[in-house]
């Protein structure tokens, strides 16, 4: 057995144990398996608190979730017919999809809002976006290619002034004169612990840039032949992401400790509050439509914008990247606290 097969047979017995603990409802589950876009972690915590307190199992499933990483391509499983949801980092890669005639399509974006910021230090005031085009800019090729493209042409950014993003904190620490992308939920906690200070942070979707982030991707011929299991599969990981965001998150966050002992309690926490705190799962439609929510209205936007960045051609056919079917029905939305 390879070491990567190693990997994923120890996974998939650590998911099952813990999916164990709950009764199920129904005498024969429906068996499902979901693959991540990387490693454990609690930005991925509503799919295992689903599994570790028996969501999936209430609604007849018993779903294996395979993370992703650095040497893992678990769409190209999707695509394979190897797993059958995947989860999509934004609705970018959907308009890829649809370009490259992949059939695939988005069925419930969990994250509203995209947690890409940019991070800066005191000595740079910066008090809004236009403050970070004369610093020094640490940006990643992805970056560049995304959302560094809506940057130029909503906010006349310039390239000149980018240096690469390694996922190395340290030059940009060194720098007080420079800003450094990241995820609201991660980089600014690895910045303080390291330097000592706490940056300060940009969130581009609190500028326009509106991508849904954290998607489910399912394969067009599940959408057609299962219907009532695609349902079955975003209801649930709706259930999960409201009790792991506000209520007893402990047994997701177990078995994500399990999954990556990397993973640590005080880092969790501190990502789960600032999803609370920025409205990353829930804000603007799913406050009344429910986590995943999607509108026609809001995809319009994003691909509107990215047309005028040059990122995607004018003629793609977006409406193809998602369907609308299996969200907006409110499911979970009587688990938010009365103040979100």
Same mark, same amino acid.
Request: charged share 20%.
């Given at each position: 057995?390879?070491?990567?097969?190693?990997?994923?047979?120890?996974?998939?017995?650590?998911?099952?144990?813990?999916?164990?603990?709950?009764?199920?409802?129904?005498?024969?589950?429906?068996?499902?398996? &979901?693959?991540?876009?990387?490693?454990?972690?609690?930005?991925?915590?509503?799919?295992?608190?689903?599994?570790?307190?028996?969501?999936?199992?209430k =609604?007849?499933?018993?779903?294996?979730?395979?993370?992703?990483?650095?040497?893992?391509?678990?769409?190209?499983?999707?695509?394979?017919?190897?797993?059958?949801?995947?989860?999509?980092?934004?609705?970018?890669?959907? &308009?890829?999809?649809?370009?490259?005639?992949?059939?695939?399509?988005? /069925?419930?974006? /969990?994250?509203?809002?995209?947690?890409?910021?940019?991070?800066?230090?005191?000595d740079?005031?910066?008090?809004? /976006?236009?403050?970070?085009?004369?610093?020094?800019?640490?940006?990643?090729?992805?970056g560049?290619? %995304?959302?560094?493209?809506?940057? +130029?042409?909503?906010?006349? &950014? %310039?390239?000149?002034?980018?240096?690469? =993003?390694?996922?190395?904190?340290?030059?940009?620490?060194?720098?007080?004169?420079?800003?450094?992308?990241?995820?609201?939920?991660?980089?600014?906690?690895?910045v303080? +612990?390291?330097?000592?200070?706490?940056?300060?942070?940009?969130?581009?979707?609190? =500028?326009? &840039?509106?991508? =849904?982030?954290?998607l489910?991707?399912?394969? *067009?011929?599940?959408?057609?032949?299962?219907?009532?299991?695609?349902?079955?599969?975003?209801?649930? %990981?709706? /259930?999960?992401?409201?009790?792991?965001?506000? *209520?007893?998150?402990?047994?997701?966050?177990?078995?994500?400790?399990?999954?990556?002992p990397?993973?640590?309690?005080?880092?969790?926490?501190y990502?789960?509050?600032?999803?609370?705190?920025?409205?990353?799962?829930?804000?603007?439609?799913?406050l009344?439509?429910?986590?995943g929510?999607?509108s026609?209205? *809001?995809?319009?936007?994003?691909?509107?914008?990215?047309?005028?960045?040059?990122?995607?051609?004018?003629?793609?056919?977006?409406?193809k990247?998602?369907?609308?079917?299996?969200?907006?029905k409110?499911?979970?939305?009587?688990?938010?606290?009365?103040?979100?």
């Amino acid at each position: 057995m390879t070491p990567s097969h190693l990997r994923r047979a120890l996974t998939a017995g650590l998911l099952a144990a813990f999916a164990s603990l709950a009764p199920a409802r129904a005498e024969t589950l429906d068996k499902v398996t &979901f693959g991540t876009n990387w490693v454990a972690e609690a930005e991925h915590g509503g799919f295992f608190q689903a599994v570790a307190d028996g969501t999936y199992k209430k =609604y007849g499933l018993d779903v294996t979730i395979v993370p992703g990483g650095p040497n893992e391509n678990n769409r190209m499983l999707l695509i394979a017919g190897k797993i059958d949801f995947f989860m999509a980092a934004n609705t970018l890669m959907s &308009f890829d999809a649809v370009a490259n005639n992949v059939p695939v399509v988005t /069925i419930a974006a /969990i994250f509203q809002k995209d947690p890409q910021v940019m991070l800066t230090q005191s000595d740079a005031k910066v008090a809004r /976006i236009e403050d970070l085009k004369p610093l020094t800019l640490f940006v990643s090729k992805e970056g560049m290619t %995304s959302y560094f493209q809506w940057l +130029k042409s909503e906010y006349g &950014f %310039s390239e000149k002034n980018v240096r690469p =993003y390694n996922f190395n904190p340290q030059p940009f620490i060194a720098n007080p004169k420079s800003a450094m992308q990241g995820y609201v939920t991660s980089e600014p906690f690895a910045v303080e +612990k390291a330097a000592g200070f706490k940056p300060s942070v940009l969130l581009l979707a609190d =500028y326009g &840039f509106n991508t =849904y982030s954290t998607l489910i991707e399912t394969r *067009r011929d599940i959408v057609e032949k299962k219907p009532d299991l695609v349902q079955r599969f975003v209801d649930a %990981s709706t /259930i999960g992401w409201y009790n792991y965001i506000y *209520r007893d998150n402990s047994a997701g966050n177990a078995l994500i400790k399990q999954l990556n002992p990397e993973m640590t309690d005080d880092l969790l926490a501190y990502s789960v509050a600032k999803m609370k705190e920025h409205g990353i799962v829930d804000s603007g439609d799913s406050l009344k439509n429910g986590i995943g929510a999607m509108s026609d209205e *809001r995809y319009a936007s994003f691909f509107n914008k990215m047309v005028k960045a040059g990122v995607v051609k004018a003629d793609l056919d977006f409406r193809k990247s998602y369907t609308l079917r299996f969200v907006n029905k409110g499911v979970g939305v009587e688990l938010r606290p009365n103040k979100p």
